[in-house]
């Protein structure tokens, strides 16, 4: 599931997988009302994380569990990578990515942490549903990889990609006419 944020949190677009996985539409979740479908136990971790790295500008991942309209608990790993653009670098947002976990975490407790997002392997439920979606998910493994080898010289032109997905994304969420801000 793909996600695109404002610099201040507001989301601006959001996979159909979401409202499928929770039952919320993009105007439940615009001003943080994504931490209504968050496990209680979790809720701290996830928005101190969210919280933190929006602050910091920064990657970030975190492994919560989210819950189904029928009240289940389902494991998911979200994370996202800041956009920048001009000028001088200035925050945008996130361009984000949330993957069902095929187990639960080995401590089974949620955890995150600021400055590198890993982005686990998706199981077939969660994988993108367009081609941007698939795209931006490209992007969002891509610039981990990078972050994670230290090869960065081809960083700069990730980010660019990312800030251009993330923006078309949004644009397609903004133009959307069918009812229906989600994709």
Known sequence: MIFVTDAVGKMVYLSQEWTVLTGQQ??????????KVIHPD???????????????RSEFTVRYRLLSPDGRAIWVAAGAVPSFGP???TF???????????????????SGALGRFSRPSPVAESEPRSVLELVADHLITAHALIMQDGGTCA??????????????LARVSETAQDGSNLH
């Open 87 to 89: 000028p001088e670098r």
């Open 155 to 168: 960083l700069a032109a990730v980010e660019v990609a990312l800030h251009e997905i993330g923006r078309e």
């Open 42 to 56: 979790d809720l701290a971790i996830v928005g101190t994380v969210v919280a933190e790295a929006t602050v910091a």
């Open 26 to 35: 993009l105007e439940d979740v615009s001003q943080r009302g994504w931490s």
């Open 92 to 110: 945008l947002g996130f361009l984000g990515s949330i993957s069902l976990l095929a187990a639960p975490p080995p401590k089974g407790t949620a």
